[in-house]
DNA sequence: ATATCATATGAATACATGCTCATGTGTTGA
DNA sequence: TCAACACATGAGCATGTATTCATATGATAT
C-alpha cells in the first residue's frame, strides 16, 4: 500500500519522535474546507461586508465589494451551501446574513495579526 | 469586551466609504493569501504536525501527513515562500518549523469551533 | 398581461492548484 | 570514487475555481 520509507528503524535523530497526533484527514478536510471558503478575496470581503453590515441584499454586496451581481451571487450560493449564511427573502431582494457564529472570531483574529502589521513576522 | 475587529484610529490603512465599512481589496487579499495556505488538507496537516511536532523533516513529515515527500516537499515550498515555516539544516535532512506565530492561533481556533461539534449554529 | 427589477443558475472559459514522475543538487558513508 | 540518501524542482496532467454571459424564476409596478 505504502511506499514510503517508515523513517523508525534508520533514524538517529534526537528530537522529538514521529508518533504526534495528526488531523486525521477527515477533520483536516473539515478545517481545510471552512478556511477555503475565507481564501478568496471577493468571498471574503462579502463575508466581512456582512459581519461588519449585519444584512444586506445581493445588489448592496455586489457594489460593495466592486463585482458583478452574478458573480456576487455564485460566491453567496458558496456560502450558503456550507452554512455560513442565511438568507431572509423580502419582496424581490434577498438579505444575507452571517450564519455561522464562528466565523467572527476567525476573521477578527486573522484581521488583528494579519493587518495591524506589528512588524514581527517579515 | 472590545471589539477587536475594526481597526484602530492610527491605523493607516482604514477607509470609509459612504455606507459600510469594507475590506481594501489589497487587505482581503493579503487575508485570503493567509487563509489559502490552510485551505487544503494536506498542507494544513503539515502545518498541524508541525506545531505539534515542533520541528520535522521532510520525510518525516510526509509520513506523517501520508503524502509523498514529493508532494511535501511543494506544500512546504509554498509555507516557506510565503513565511509561515523556516528551516534549519542539518546533514542532509532539512527541518521545518513553524515560523509565523499568528497561525496556531487561527487554528486552535478553528480546531476549537469546527471540531468539537458544539451545535451551536445549524 | 407585460415590462422591469432582483436574484439564481447553467455553460463556457481562463486560470489556479496539487499531484506524479523524472531529474537535479548536495550530503553521507562504503 | 561511487552509491545511496534527503530534499528540491520543473514539466505534465487532471481537477478545481472564479468569472462572464445568457437565460430562468419570481416579485412588483404599470
Given at each position: 500500500?505504502?511506499?514510503?520509507?517508515?523513517?523508525?528503524?534508520?533514524?538517529?535523530?534526537?528530537?522529538?519522535?514521529?508518533?504526534?497526533?495528526?488531523?486525521?484527514?477527515?477533520?483536516?478536510?473539515?478545517?481545510?474546507?471552512?478556511?477555503?471558503?475565507?481564501?478568496?478575496?471577493s468571498?471574503?470581503r462579502i463575508?466581512?461586508a456582512?459581519?461588519?453590515g449585519?444584512?444586506l441584499c445581493v445588489s448592496n454586496l455586489a457594489s460593495l465589494v466592486e463585482v458583478s451581481e452574478?458573480a456576487t451571487?455564485?460566491?453567496?450560493?458558496?456560502?450558503?451551501?456550507?452554512?455560513?449564511?442565511?438568507?431572509?427573502?423580502?419582496?424581490?431582494?434577498?438579505?444575507?446574513?452571517?450564519?455561522?457564529?464562528?466565523?467572527?472570531?476567525?476573521?477578527?483574529?486573522?484581521?488583528?495579526?494579519?493587518?495591524?502589521?506589528?512588524?514581527?513576522?517579515?
Amino acid at each position: 500500500m505504502s511506499d514510503m520509507a517508515i523513517p523508525s528503524e534508520q533514524s538517529d535523530h534526537r528530537h522529538r519522535p514521529p508518533s504526534e497526533e495528526v488531523l486525521s484527514i477527515d477533520d483536516a478536510q473539515v478545517l481545510a474546507d471552512r478556511f477555503k471558503l475565507l481564501s478568496d478575496p471577493s468571498r471574503l470581503r462579502i463575508v466581512y461586508a456582512l459581519l461588519e453590515g449585519g444584512e444586506l441584499c445581493v445588489s448592496n454586496l455586489a457594489s460593495l465589494v466592486e463585482v458583478s451581481e452574478s458573480a456576487t451571487s455564485h460566491q453567496l450560493r458558496q456560502l450558503r451551501m456550507s452554512g455560513l449564511v442565511r438568507t431572509r427573502k423580502q419582496g424581490r431582494e434577498v438579505f444575507y446574513r452571517i450564519a455561522d457564529s464562528h466565523v467572527r472570531l476567525l476573521l477578527d483574529t486573522a484581521v488583528e495579526h494579519y493587518l495591524h502589521e506589528h512588524d514581527g513576522h517579515r
